[in-house]
């Protein structure tokens, strides 16, 4: 289930990556914006895929809490358990 959701959400990452970046990079622990070079424009837009995907709101805190693909997984899974 965990699998599935960091394939989800690297798919819907892959799309906002810019071209020096591959999907093979992403990691756990990829920094959005230091690692993957992913500006704040195309953050909001992948936290906006990330609520249609998994059918979720996300908060301001909550994207303020979103650095990493690890942040972001365990928002996700945090919003799922309680919906």
Do not use: G
């Not at 704040?40 to 992948?46: P, Q, R, T």
């Not at 709101?57 to 972001?72: C, F, I, K, S, Y």
């Amino acid at each position: 289930m965990k699998d599935e959701r960091y394939q989800k959400l690297k798919d819907i990452i892959k799309i906002y990556l810019p071209d020096d970046i591959s999907v093979e990079d992403i990691t756990m622990e990829s920094h959005f914006i230091n690692e993957l070079n992913i500006n704040s424009a195309n953050l909001v837009d992948i936290v906006l895929d990330v609520e249609d995907e998994f059918d979720i709101m996300l908060e301001n805190e909550d994207m303020d809490r979103m650095q990493t693909v690890r942040d972001a997984l365990q928002i996700i899974d945090t919003k799922l358990v309680k919906e």
